[in-house]
C-alpha cells in the first residue's frame, strides 16, 4: 500500500536532515583518520556549518507542520501499523523538541570549539599538560551548563545532558545502581587474579593489522561494508548504509589493545549494520535506541565473545601464525589468563572488565559534580588524582595518564560515561540469555569461528528493534528481565572462577 | 579599512557557497579513494544533495540582491582596490549566471547519474566490455546536450561545454591550433627515439610508496597540509585551506608510472595551495583561472622537471636505496633515457610526452562529433579503433585499452581532454622563460634538491594571480608572450637531441 502523501511529505524532509547528519560524520571521520594537520581550521568551519543547517532544518515551521500533517494522516492507515507510526513521529518529537530549545548559533558554536578543543586535547596529553588545555575545557563546561540550561531539568543540571545519551535515566538513580555494583566490585577484585603478559617480544604493528583485519569479517562484518584504519583513540561510526568505519590503534608492547580495540567497534558497527537494515531505512525508529544499548553490543563481542574459551580456541593458531610466533612462545593457557587476568590501571582504556567500571564510577562522579557546579575545572587534576589514589591505590604521574587521558571531555560529552557500564550490564544479561537459548553455539564459536547464532540472534532480538521499544521493554522482551546488574555480577564471578582453576 | 558591509554581506554568502562546495570534494574524495563498495548508492544521493543545496544558493535571488548591492558599494572604496573587486565581481557573474540556466533538479541529476556512472564504468573497464557502459554512456551525452542547450552556444554545442573548463575556449580555434601541433608533432614522433625498459626486476609497491612519499615534500608540498593515497586513476583535489589530497597508482613491472602520477598531481596542489594563499581566501578571485593553467603547473612538475636530468641526477642515488637496487642494475643512462622514450601507446596516462598530445587530439574530435551529434555512442569503439589504427598504426584488442580507457566521459566531463594539451604548450612556455630568469636554478636542482626558485617563481607569477586576469593576459604577463605552441614544439626537438647525443 502506497504511504498517504502527508506521511511521504514528512519522510522526505526527516531523510534529508539525515543524509546531512551522516555528511558530518564523514567530515568527522576524515579530521580523525586522514585529514592533514593544516585542514584543521576549515574542516572545523565545515562541520560546524553542517550542524547548524541540520538544525535549522530540524527546528524548521515547515518540519513541524510536515510532523503534524503526518500524525492526523496516521488514522487513514490500517489499525496495524497505527502504533509503529505513532512510535515513529513521538521519538522523533522527543529528538526534535531537544533541537529546538538550542539556539542556532549555539549549536554551531558548540560543534566548532569542541571541534578545536579536540586538537588541544590532543596535544595537551601529548605534552602531559592539563594547564594548557583548562582554559579550552573550561569553555566546553560553562556551554554544556548552558546547554543543561537551555533543555532544562527538575533535579540537576546534570540529568539534562545524561538524558540525549540515555533517554530517561537520572544521577540519582544512577548513583544507586552504581553504589550498589561498586559494593559487589571490590570482592570480586580483592580474589581476582593477575597474570602477566606471556608475549615473549614486541609484535610488529604490520603483523597486528594482518590479525586485527581479519576480526570484523570473522564476526560478520563484511569489507564491502566497512573498513579498518588507525586513529589516536578507537572510534567507531556510521557514514550511511553500507559504510561503516572503525578504527583501532596499535602497541607494539601490548598486542592485544589494538585486538580489542577492534571487537569492540565491530560491536558498535554490527548494530548500526542491522539497523541500516531495517525496513524504510532511515526513519526515526531506524536510529539506535540509547547509547547504553549501543555499548552493550561493543562490549558483548569484546568481552562475552572476545574474551571467552571458544573465541580463542579458534583464533589462536591464526594469531600465532600472524605474529610469527610458535605455540611455545605463547602458550595457550598462559594468553588466556592474561586476556582474562585483573590489574589494577590508571587509565580506563586499558582496563580489564573487573576494575573497568570502577573507573567508570570515578568519572561519572566527577562529571556530575562538575557539570552541577560543585567542583571547578581547575582542581580536576588534584580531584582526579585523589580518587585514584582512594579507589585504586594508584598513584598519577602525570595528565596524560589522569585527567587528560580520556577523549570524551573535549568533545563536550558530558553524561556519556556511565553509559558504559550500563553497556556492561545489558551485554551480560542479553548474552546470558542467548547462552540459554543456544546451549551448543559455543561449539561453532570454537570449532568453525561461526558466529551467527550469535549475530542473528542480536539482530532479531536487539538490531531490527531499533527504537522501537525503550530500554527497559526492549530487555524485558529479549531476555525476560528488566535490565539488572546481576548478570554482570555472576559472569564476573564466573570468569575468575574459570581462569584460576 | 574595514570593508563596506555590503562587500562583506555577499563575500559572507560566497564563502558559504564554497565551504560546502569543498564539502561536496571531502565526499567525493572519500568515495573514489577509502569507502567500501556498498556505500555507494548512499554517497551518490549525499553528493547529489549537496550539488543541489550549493546550486540553489548560488541562484539564489538574495544572492543576486548580495552581489548588485556590494556592486553600488565599490564606489565608496579607494579607487585603488575598485577594479579587483570589479574582477571580482565580475568572475563571479560568469560562473553564477552559468549555474542559473541549469535547473536545480538538473544539477542534482546530473551529479547522481555521474556518480553511479564512475563505478559502472569501472565495472566495464575491468571485465573489459563496453557494451554493459554504453547505455549509461549514452544517459550522459544526452544530459550533457541538454546542458549544452541550457548553456547556450553561437556555433555548435560543444562550445558551451569546452567553455565551462576553459573559459573562452571555442572549438574551431581549438581544432586549427591542434592541426599545427599535429603537423610539426608528425615529424618529432618519426625521429624520437625508443629505449627499452631498464628495470632488471619488479619493485614491490612497498618500496615503490617509500621513494613516491618522498616527492611532495621535495618539490614543495609537505604532509601538514597534503597526503598521498592510492585510487584507480592518480587524481588531486582541495578540500580547503591546508588541504590538498593527490593520488597515484602503483604497477610493480612498471615503476615509473606511480612516480610520475605523484610529480603530475603535486603540480595540480601546489597551484591549490598557492591559490589558498591569497589575501581573503576563499574569493572568487582566488579560484584557480582554468583548467588549461592547472594542467600547465601538473605537467610543468612531471615533464619540464620531472623528466629533466637535473631532477633525477638529484632523485637518482635515492630511487637507487628506496628500491633496493645498486647502479649496475640500473645504469644512469639508461633510465634517463627511458624516462624520455618516445612509443606510440595505445593508452594515454602511459604516453610519453611526446605522443601524448595525440592521444588528446583524437579525444578532442571523438568527443566534439559526439556532442555534436555527428557520431553515436553505440559506434564509439569502432571509430576510437580505426582512429587508433590512422594515428598510431596501432591495434586495439579490447575496449578496456581503448574507448573505456579514461575516466572523463564517466563523469560527464566532455571539453576537457583540450585542456591537457592547452596544459603542455602553456607550462613549456612558462618553464622557458623562469629558466631564462634564473639560469643557475638548475644547479640547485640537481646538487641540493632545492626547487623554491621554481616554486616561488610559479608563486608570483601564476599561484597568486587567481583569477584577477585572463589566460592571454596572465601568459604575457608571465612570458612577454601571448600562448603558443613553439615552445612545446622547440622543447620537444631539444629533448630528442638531449637523449639521442
Same mark, same amino acid.
Given at each position: ?22 555528511? &558530518? ?23 560546524? &556549518? ?73 596535544? &595537551? ?43 530517561? &535515566? ?332
Amino acid at each position: 500500500m502506497a504511504l498517504p502523501q502527508a506521511l511521504e511529505n514528512y519522510r522526505k524532509q526527516y531523510r534529508k536532515i539525515k543524509l546531512f547528519q551522516d555528511v &558530518a560524520s564523514v567530515l568527522h571521520w576524515d579530521s580523525e583518520v586522514m585529514m592533514p594537520e593544516e585542514g584543521r581550521e576549515y574542516r572545523s568551519a565545515q562541520i560546524a &556549518a553542517v550542524a547548524e543547517l541540520t538544525h535549522d532544518w530540524m527546528t524548521d515551521k515547515s518540519f513541524l507542520n510536515h510532523i503534524q500533517t503526518a500524525k492526523q494522516s496516521i488514522s487513514e492507515l490500517p489499525e496495524s501499523v497505527r502504533s509503529l507510526w505513532n512510535r515513529e513521529l513521538e521519538v522523533l518529537m522527543e529528538e526534535k523538541e531537544k533541537a529546538d530549545k538550542l539556539p542556532s548559533e549555539f549549536v554551531s558554536e558548540f560543534a566548532k570549539v569542541t571541534n578545536l578543543a579536540h586538537a588541544e586535547w590532543a596535544e &595537551a596529553k601529548k605534552v602531559k599538560d592539563f594547564q594548557s588545555f583548562s582554559k579550552r575545557l573550561e569553555e566546553l563546561v560553562q556551554l554544556s551548563k548552558k546547554q543543561a540550561d537551555y533543555f532544562g531539568y527538575t533535579t540537576e543540571p546534570y540529568d539534562a545532558l545524561l538524558d540525549s545519551y540515555e533517554k530517561g &535515566a537520572k544521577a540519582n538513580q544512577i548513583q544507586i545502581l552504581f553504589s550498589d555494583l561498586k559494593e559487589s566490585l571490590v570482592p570480586i577484585v580483592a580474589t581476582a587474579p593477575k597474570f602477566k603478559n606471556p608475549f615473549p617480544r614486541s609484535i610488529s604493528v604490520e603483523k597486528q593489522k594482518k590479525f586485527c583485519n581479519r576480526l570484523p569479517a570473522l564476526l560478520g562484518l563484511t569489507t564491502k561494508e566497512s573498513r579498518l584504519d588507525t586513529s589516536n583513540h578507537p572510534f567507531s561510526t556510521s557514514l550511511g548504509k553500507g559504510d561503516k568505519r572503525i578504527t583501532t590503534r596499535y602497541s607494539e608492547t601490548d598486542p592485544l589493545s589494538s585486538i580489542f580495540g577492534v571487537l569492540h567497534e565491530t560491536g558498535h558497527s554490527l548494530y548500526e549494520s542491522g539497523l541500516s537494515s531495517m525496513p524504510d531505512w532511515p526513519t526515526p525508529i531506524t536510529e539506535f535506541l540509547s547509547l547504553g544499548i549501543h555499548e552493550s553490543q561493543s562490549r558483548l563481542w569484546e568481552n562475552q565473545v572476545g574474551r571467552s574459551l571458544p573465541f580463542w580456541e579458534f583464533v589462536y593458531p591464526i594469531l600465532l601464525s600472524d605474529f610469527g610466533l610458535i605455540e611455545k612462545d605463547l602458550p595457550f593457557k598462559e594468553l588466556y589468563q592474561f586476556i582474562n587476568s585483573t590489574e589494577k590501571t590508571k587509565v580506563r582504556v586499558e582496563a580489564d572488565q573487573v576494575t573497568y567500571n570502577l573507573h567508570i564510577i570515578l568519572r561519572f562522579e566527577i562529571e556530575r559534580d562538575l557539570i552541577n557546579g560543585n567542583i571547578q575545572v581547575k582542581d580536576l587534576p588534584e580531584i582526579w588524582n585523589t580518587k585514584m589514589k582512594e579507589s585504586f591505590g594508584l598513584k598519577i604521574e602525570n595528565d596524560a595518564e589522569g585527567v587528560l587521558q580520556d577523549i570524551h571531555w573535549s568533545m563536550g560529552a558530558f553524561g556519556y560515561f556511565p553509559t558504559y557500564t550500563l553497556g556492561n550490564i545489558f551485554s551480560s544479561q542479553l548474552f546470558k540469555k542467548f547462552s540459554e537459548e543456544f546451549p551448543n553455539s559455543h561449539n561453532k564459536f570454537s570449532a568453525n569461528g561461526d558466529f551467527s547464532d550469535l549475530l542473528n540472534w542480536l539482530r532479531k532480538n536487539i538490531h531490527s528493534k531499533g527504537k522501537i521499544y525503550d530500554v527497559d521493554t526492549l530487555m524485558q522482551q529479549a531476555t525476560g528481565e528488566s535490565p539488572n546488574a546481576k548478570h554482570l555480577i555472576s559472569y564476573l564471578n564466573g570468569k575468575i572462577k574459570e581462569i584460576t582453576t
